[in-house]
């Protein structure tokens, strides 16, 4: 990683730690570290710039697509508050976390996309959860933790199935 990457402030919207992915979209979101402009330690940050590189990954298989990040790096503080009440031992709060969206793509379409590009080597094992849509906006966790972990819906549909074995981009 360039040393440059590390030193930016999370604020810092123009350079982030890959072409498509801001500091802003990785950052905590809630309103502690929003106020104080709080930074994650420097081995956090280091995961976060990891997590951000398999993220392109994800777009450019996904044809360029956006992806968007409703979620990503948490504080402790607050990923235990209730708004997000998550897990003790959440990857977000690790930085090795982010909460995906990408637009045109349901959860178990986006959950497929992930499940390939692992078993392809392309990107990191680690958790993929789907979770219920909302207003058709389908959110799916992925996470580095380096070891498989699923939960959510995971049936892919024949449809799902067919396009992805078609498709050239793996």
């Known amino acids: 990683l360039d040393r440059e990457q590390l030193e930016l402030p999370l604020a810092d919207e123009i350079k982030g730690p890959t072409l498509h992915f801001t500091w802003w979209e990785l950052r905590c979101k809630c309103i502690n570290c929003a106020l104080l402009d709080c930074n994650p330690p420097p081995d956090i940050r280091v995961k976060v710039c990891e997590l951000a590189k398999a993220l392109e990954v994800v777009r450019e298989a996904l044809g360029g697509k956006p992806v968007q990040i409703t979620s990503g790096y948490r504080c402790q503080k607050h990923n235990q508050s209730r708004q997000i009440r998550g897990a003790k031992l959440s990857q977000h709060v690790h930085g090795t976390a982010a909460d995906l969206t990408v637009k045109g793509y349901d959860g178990l379409a986006l959950r497929a996309v992930l499940?390939?590009?692992?078993?392809?080597?392309?990107?990191?094992?680690?958790?993929?959860?789907?979770?219920?849509?909302?207003?058709?906006?389908?959110?799916?966790?992925?996470?580095?933790?380096?070891?498989?972990?699923?939960?959510?819906?995971?049936?892919?549909?024949?449809?799902?199935?067919?396009?992805?074995?078609?498709?050239?981009?793996?």
């Open 115 to 170: 499940e390939t590009l692992i078993n392809l080597g392309k990107i990191p094992e680690g958790g993929i959860g789907t979770y219920q849509e909302l207003k058709r906006l389908a959110i799916v966790h992925y996470d580095q933790r380096r070891k498989k972990a699923r939960w959510g819906p995971a049936t892919i549909k024949p449809v799902l199935q067919e396009f992805l074995e078609k498709k050239d981009i793996w």
